[in-house]
């Protein structure tokens, strides 16, 4: 193993990284060393890159971001016993306090002392990521390793659509992030009888009809509530997934959903903003549920069982693939809108 | 039986109302006639009656308001078999249209045809009220006719706190109009381990003392966001019933919930609020459920089953004891803020 | 109208059935009278034209059987405002007294009063059939009329199913009838991670590899556990449909269940069986749920939603189309265990 | 610290234990060593004692027994937090593995690999006992120390009673052992409306009057089925608590069930036994649910939650406290079928 390793490092607190030579991260005896091979990029690494408000309250300066990624471990701390050399894995980057209540009763992806990988600390845009035991996912070879490299966003995904019933149902989706897009892809998988995407960027349109939404909206020329209240027999949605985390989305949202019906709230809006309680939850009888993370470690079973079993086209979503060194590259695609997820391969140029 | 009978009726589109004769109510095949013995005094009631914007928008004159009481059954339609004449009765006066998607998957509660007797059509603050067979609620003998007058407010208390577990939680209830206080009662039965009731209004508080809320909070004097951590073990409550509709006892509802709580929400804010989801719901992983009326009719059979054993103290709510004729006289009572559920007695003035 | 119809008549306590000539049905109010386009098979429906044990205790001839059919209105009961002459429907043939606590708490497909069309008065295989409008099912003309007519045990699949998660799981059942042919359908539409379809009789065996199981087992030749064993991780399946009623398949069901897994039980075994508690349930920590008929009607709205959706092919299922008259033929197919569901036409032979 | 300490030893695979001194347990980085203060008996130490097939089917000797206590941490080793000496502690004596499916989405209580201290390992029959920080159970000082004793017990009631809906439900439990009658006390204090407590045993059926059922039956001289009938308005009970484990017990508590109601199984037949499925689950629309330990670590939440709120009375249960070294006259008693639970206290005798 070499001793050092190239890393995207957030040096200083302003915009921009430097791509440099670091040390390996050193383990524990309970820490799994993972040699990275693909490591893909959030929209939270384009705020901590453009360094906006919510970068400058949240990280310390140096940091090697990055929290979706797949490799083979390298190297394990002497106690531990999940995985060995060479077994291809990713992680789940949240790394919760094990300790609280919420812990201690299986609601782990909701610890509010939890620590992100990527963003509290050193995280997977590097040649090595060091990741406790507890937190390493063992992949089935069978798995792709461009899938394996986005389970992180995709388990958002997961944990959201299966958050409730999905079956026979009619779902919407607000926001066709790769988070929404993904969701597309989960809630066809999981029997929705129809999926209609909404979003006001025709890119992102073009990526949902390739992810086969039964319907594609645009919510700035269409009449989004006259369609729906059609297409659901005037009912409006059973399900309303929220990814878009702006107001009007969750307005509209909120207007098309059935009587009855559940909304699952992923998207995250920058500020408070209005709701008619009466009319949009209480009158309605609606479910609205908090979604944050990936349920430890269910969402994970769930999204390897998906994986495995062929149910899941993601490849429309994945637009990009970049060596590791052309971060900066990457971050000007996202900034101009024109991309959705994109690779970044530590190894080669990902052209293969 | 009479030909006429006293009634309260909302004659003009304007303030008050009338006491004076009218005609009993004719019944078709499927109805029944009920002899009102006690009727008691909803909010909305009081919406009526002071005419309020509300009011002008949905009620029509003539009509007999009143939508809480019970008494014996005076004649049945030919093809009634559910209860026979003299049979002590309630009714769930949610007459829900028994044809749409959620009245035929047990959601009537929330039917969206549904109407009202006493708001949409004559109710009961009369001698005798005509009800749909399929609304009577055949009460047992050893239920007190008091307790069976309030069934209807009762029913919202039991179907916001069971809405979602309450055994060994700790919960809030964000105010104490007659729901609230009943909520208490019903928290505290189902083992709840610790009942945390928050009000503004002093008069109201000390009723909620005499309901045994483990602990009784103004908001307006106490830091009830410290107290509560520090009797939460720093966690917050497990479960928020919301039935104040203000916005202020809404934001401290959700501040006090503890990550991963459960919120039911019954109150009716008049407007629109502002509410912080990414701190309030998402990253808390929230329940958040809008609730309506009575489950019919399973929380029927839930308070009938709870009043029957015995475990149900809810006499400190009943403030005040009237003859029907009295009406404007409860009317200014509940305006002056110095009662709390009032019951009207057809026969005798209530003070026995 | 004719005055008379063709129907298929239970007229003496013995096996066999008569075809001939009776009076169309009359209707009352509230009911709509029907023209039946296909009526399908039931095992039920083999049991009484066998006149067998069970079939002698329940039934009380003359009686025109069957309980799966569609056709168009041909006429209403003058109250009736759900369907109109001409519309084409189906029927949920389990009549709910509505008035038990059962009935009244959304539980009626397991109301103690329960009459069944088709079983205790007259059903479906004739020309005409008279349905209560409340049980009057509506369907969409995009269904197509074979599919329309098999809602029943469609249904009964779909209620079982889903009973449950089935998303990202492993799914196995035990019995290949056509409700356990009709559930591999579902669960791959409902996103079961894999169907493992068990199963004694080749012909059956045959249609379930047609149904895309993804393993399709032979209990009398296979090592089914160790197989099973071997495609879980080792864990065991995560549900378990029982649809064979038979105590080999009960055990061999439980055996293969995951430790915290969910069984939902529809066949029915014609004696009590020997089960072991304590390995099978307890220390397993399994659900284990009883399913009867469909759910009034959340399971009507599933299977609509599923059909109108195209997710599920059930072709495979129906392996022959007679004409009503020839009800002997198509019993005698079922006798010889050479036919799944069989769809009688009342006009034509069933061959277009 | 002592350098040895008295203990309750198996030695010997044959009936009987000894007293006697033996070394202080040792404890490793991630430990805790506790100071018993009060251990009590359950039925598997009866089991070990008296050496029945069970035990020496699982006991290795030699083995310290006991898996029920409540004591003083003495010391802890050195990466432990959740305590510090002096703490007042109980324990989860279930160690599950933390790695398997089960354990990561929060179902540690039916780990497959699961070792049991007392029964695996040494427990807490003796002066102190050694457990892993993860399982330690820190008790607030205001629980009283013969309730924190106990707590192993009681969680198998709450986890029984709570694994579903008990509020304004009627509740039979068949047989009166120490959780049995825990689980009134757990029901009445979440809202059961009724209570109905069944147990052969005249010394059990007077305890659980003491414990406030609302009715105590024995099925040896009592015709129970008729008497629900005619407690429950014909229906059968919502809820059935098995704790027997007898034939005779299942088979009366599932005719007594009523349609669609829930069953808890924690009770341990000893082979397998006839269930009538069809009658007694399918047509039933039952719910079964196998009960096991109790659920890491939400079950202890709240019983911590109840035990606080002052809602058990759980007294009349615990019928002797002995010294420790009484312990084989513990046995005694309790093989005379005259105690129900017997605590033994590490210092004095127990009898103040």
Redesign the interface.
């Known amino acids: 193993m070499a001793n050092s390793m190239p890393a995207v490092v957030k040096s200083e607190a302003k915009a921009g990284v430097e791509i440099r030579e670091v040390p390996l991260p050193s383990i524990g005896p309970t820490d799994v060393l993972v040699k990275v091979k693909v490591a893909s990029i959030c929209g939270t690494d384009l705020h901590i890159y453009n360094w906006d408000p919510w970068a400058q309250g949240r990280i310390t300066p140096p940091l090697i971001p990055g929290h979706e990624f797949c490799g083979h471990v390298a190297a394990v701390g002497n106690e531990v016993?999940?995985v060995k050399e060479g077994d291809f894995v990713s992680a789940e980057m949240h790394v919760a306090c094990g300790?609280c209540?919420?812990c201690?009763?299986?609601?782990g992806?909701?610890c509010?002392h939890v620590k992100i990988l990527g963003v509290d600390s050193n995280g997977a845009f590097a040649g090595y990521v060091a990741i406790p035991e507890s937190n390493i996912w063992k992949l089935d070879e069978t798995i792709p390793h461009d899938y394996a490299s986005i389970l992180d966003p995709l388990g958002n995904a997961?944990h959201t659509a299966?958050s409730g019933?999905?079956?026979?149902?009619?779902v919407a989706i607000t926001g066709c992030g790769p988070i929404g897009l993904f969701a597309i892809a989960v809630a066809r998988?999981?029997?929705a009888?129809?999926v209609i995407a909404i979003e006001v960027n025709e890119y992102r349109r073009n990526i949902a009809r390739q992810m086969k939404a039964?319907l594609v909206l645009d919510p700035a020329t269409q009449d989004v509530r006259s369609i729906v209240h059609e297409r659901t027999?005037g009912?409006g949605v059973d399900v309303l997934l929220e990814m878009a985390?702006h107001k009007d989305a969750?307005k509209l949202g909120f207007d098309i959903l059935?009587?009855?019906g559940r909304v699952s709230?992923?998207g995250?809006?920058s500020?408070?903003?209005?709701?008619?309680?009466?009319k949009?939850?209480?009158?309605?009888?609606?479910?609205?549920?908090?979604?944050?993370g990936r349920?430890?470690?269910?969402t994970?079973?769930?999204?390897t069982?998906?994986l495995?079993?062929g149910?899941l086209d993601l490849h429309p979503v994945i637009t990009n693939r970049l060596p590791l060194t052309d971060f900066s590259k990457g971050m000007d695609m996202l900034n101009s809108g024109k991309a959705s997820k994109i690779l970044l391969y530590t190894e080669g140029n990902g052209s293969f």
């Open positions: 016993t999940a300790k209540m919420q201690r009763t299986g609601l992806h909701i509010q997961v299966l019933d999905l079956a026979a149902k009619s998988a999981c029997g009888a129809q039964d027999g009912y985390g969750v059935r009587t009855g709230l992923l995250i809006p500020r408070p903003l209005e709701i008619d309680l009466a949009d939850i209480i009158f309605k009888g609606a479910t609205v549920l908090g979604i944050n349920k430890m470690y269910e994970w079973y769930q999204m069982a998906l495995k079993s149910k």
